[in-house]
C-alpha cells in the first residue's frame, strides 16, 4: 500500500502533448526532453535519461578532441556557413559542399556521411568560413577528416565504391568523375590537395583490387 502511494507520487502526470508549430508547411519539430510533456513518466526515469544523454555528449567531446576534429565541438548546427553556396563564382564553395555536415560528421569520425557530403572535394579554401558566426576553422577539420578518411580507407574500413561513387563527383550532375574528368578537375589551381589526396585514395583501391583479383 505505501509502496503503490510511493509509485503514484514518483509518477510526474502531464497533460496531453500540445501541437507544435510548423516549421515549414506540414512539418513540425518536436523536441523531445526539452519539453516537459515529451519527458518520461517517472522521475527515475528521466534522471536515467539525463545521464545516457550525459554521457553521450562527453563520448563525442571527447571522441573529437581526440581525432583532431575539437572544433567541430563548437557548431551549432544554424547552418549559417551554408550562405556560402549563393554567393558569386570565387566567393563560393567551388564544390557545392554543405559545410555544416561535413563538420558534424567529424565530431564522431563519421566517415560515410563525410564521403556522401562531399568532404573529399573540399579544397579547404576557406570561402564558407567567414560565414561562421563562432569562426569555426571549416578547413582545418575538413583536412583532418580526409587524413581519417585516407587511413580508414587503407585499414579497409571504408568500401571503395563508396569512395568511387560517391567521394569524387561532378558537383553539377552529381555523377561520379571518370579518371580523366577528376584529373582534369583537379589539376586547376586551388585543387592540389584534392588532387593528391585523389590519388593516393585510387592507388590504394587499384591495390586492394589487384589483391582481390590475385587470391
Ligand atoms: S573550405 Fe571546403 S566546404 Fe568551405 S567553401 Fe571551401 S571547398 Fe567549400
Not at 571527447?62 to 570565387?90: H, N, W
Not at 569562426?135 to 587503407?154: F, G
Not at 582534369?184 to 583479383?213: C, D, N
Request: with cysteine; hydrophobic share 40%; proline share 5%.
Amino acid at each position: 500500500m505505501a509502496n503503490n502511494k510511493k509509485k503514484e507520487k514518483e509518477k510526474i502526470i502531464y497533460g496531453p502533448p500540445r501541437d507544435e508549430i510548423e516549421v515549414l508547411p506540414g512539418i513540425r519539430r518536436y523536441q523531445f526532453i526539452s519539453k516537459s510533456q515529451h519527458r518520461m513518466l517517472t522521475k527515475n526515469l528521466n534522471r536515467i535519461a539525463m545521464v545516457i544523454i550525459a554521457l553521450t555528449l562527453t563520448f563525442v567531446i571527447f571522441k573529437a578532441v581526440l581525432i583532431g576534429t575539437g572544433y567541430s565541438i563548437y557548431c551549432l548546427e544554424d547552418r549559417a556557413c551554408m550562405r556560402v553556396l549563393s554567393q558569386p563564382e570565387g566567393e563560393n564553395c567551388p564544390e557545392y559542399i554543405f559545410p555544416v555536415e561535413m563538420v558534424i560528421s567529424s565530431r564522431t569520425a563519421d566517415y560515410e556521411r563525410f564521403i556522401r557530403q562531399g568532404g573529399l572535394r573540399c579544397t579547404q579554401c576557406g570561402n564558407c568560413t567567414k560565414w561562421c558566426i563562432l569562426d569555426i576553422n571549416i578547413p582545418e577539420v575538413a583536412a583532418r577528416m580526409q587524413e581519417l578518411t585516407l587511413e580508414a580507407l587503407a585499414k579497409g574500413k571504408i568500401d571503395s565504391e563508396l569512395i568511387l561513387e560517391e567521394g569524387f563527383i561532378d558537383p553539377q550532375t552529381r555523377e561520379p568523375l571518370t579518371e580523366a574528368a577528376a584529373t582534369a578537375r583537379y589539376s586547376q589551381p586551388g585543387y592540389e590537395k584534392v588532387l593528391r589526396l585523389y590519388t593516393e585514395m585510387m592507388s590504394i583501391i587499384e591495390q586492394r583490387e589487384v589483391r582481390f583479383a590475385a587470391r
